[in-house]
């Protein structure tokens, strides 16, 4: 049997130091937040119990940070730093239903990332290499981002890996702000909005060769044939997915990416891009 996959390397715990623990607790050390700002407690019960109904303090001195530049704001409040792995504070994050949409400006370094693997991968007899023109990051919700992670803890050896999905974009994706459409009949809008739970018209899966399940490909080139544009765009639309597999997976590039639940599979990117 496949040994568990390590992930990043696992430090030997150390027993913090007594002024780095919780001022609340005693017990357990004092977060900290990814740009370095120490709060005074270990989490937000610690925080309510020392504070009682008045704000408290870690409340205080995130907010402060932000104001001072110490750390970055949440993106929809600019009140609060952000929580980890998140442009969101803890509490907008919460409080967010579902994916979000955030352009991601020409000329940066996630956009040539993008850009680079995008055309690195793309192999096609028939067609030229496209032109990029727009790159939206997903921001999935919490319990999306949850529900991955779960999937791919759960499983025996996992890797992630970088794959491209397409279906049909009725709406004008591209051409105004960076937001998705309530179209039932638009496939792209309706996989990330529910994160490969749904597809175009209620339908919950794909199906080929392997039954049914959800289908991308390592090859963009081979993905962009199932993508179907307004004439109201110039664009033609896919989707960058992180895929979670077994690491002795091996897929060929002219063959499909088959997944059986949307828990293994989640949208990253949706690139917008002209042939």
């Known amino acids: 049997m496949p040994s568990l996959l390590h992930w990043g390397s696992r430090h030997k715990t150390q027993t913090p130091v007594q002024d ?39 409340a205080l001195r995130g907010m402060q940070a932000v104001r001072l530049g110490q750390a970055t704001g949440c993106d929809a409040c600019n009140d609060h730093p952000r929580s980890a792995n998140s442009d969101l504070c803890i509490a907008c994050d919460r409080k967010t239903s579902g994916p979000r949409l955030k352009e991601i400006s020409a000329g940066s370094t996630a956009f040539v990332d993008v850009r680079s693997q995008f055309l690195s991968e793309w192999d096609s007899l028939d067609a030229a290499r496209p032109h990029i023109d727009k790159v939206y990051q997903v921001i999935a919700p919490r319990n999306i981002r949850a529900r991955y992670n779960a999937y791919r803890a759960a499983q025996r050896a996992m890797e992630e890996i970088r794959a491209f999905h397409s279906a049909q974009c009725i ?29 175009a018209f209620g339908e919950k899966y794909n199906t080929g060769r ?38 002795d997976f091996e897929v060929r590039d002219e063959e499909s990416l088959f997944v059986p639940c949307a828990d293994a599979i989640v949208p990253a990117f949706i690139i917008m891009y002209t042939v």
């Open 210 to 247: 392997f039954g049914e399940g959800i289908y991308s490909y390592r090859n963009p080139s081979l993905a962009d044939a199932f993508a179907t544009s307004a004439t109201s765009t110039p664009y033609r639309v896919l989707i960058a997915c992180d895929v979670a597999v077994p690491s």
């Open 20 to 58: 780095d623990m919780c001022e609340q607790c005693g017990e357990k050390p004092k977060f900290i937040e990814p740009g370095g700002s120490r709060h005074a407690y270990c989490s937000r019960s610690c925080a309510k119990e020392a504070q009682g109904a008045s704000p408290s303090a870690c």
């Open 171 to 199: 709406c004008d994706m591209g051409t105004k702000t960076p937001l998705l459409c309530n179209f039932k009949s638009c496939g792209i809008c309706c996989i990330v909005k529910s994160s490969f739970n749904e597809f």
